[in-house]
């Protein structure tokens, strides 16, 4: 089971989603553009542990997390 994890001010929220269900890797998919078309940075960790950029869709991503673009001033 995948999970798409989306960070923001109020905590976290995940969404679980089985890769081999077509309509929810759509969604799943949905998802990951409509974050990144609104700012938001997705990374994916690595079966190694390591973490990287993500700038398209991976159905085979275990997980995924998304932050939003920091603001500084």
Do not use: C, W
């Not at 799943?28 to 973490?51: C, I, Y």
């Not at 398209?56 to 920091?70: G, H, I, K, Q």
Request: hydrophobic share 35%.
């Amino acid at each position: 089971m995948a999970t798409q994890i989306v960070m923001d001010h109020t905590g976290d929220t995940r969404h679980h989603f089985d890769a081999k269900d077509l309509k929810a890797l759509a969604e799943a998919e949905r998802r990951f553009k409509a974050l990144t078309g609104n700012g938001f940075t997705a990374a994916t960790r690595q079966e190694s542990g390591d973490v990287s950029l993500a700038r398209s869709f991976d159905p085979n991503a275990e997980e995924t997390v998304f932050y939003p673009r920091l603001v500084g001033g």
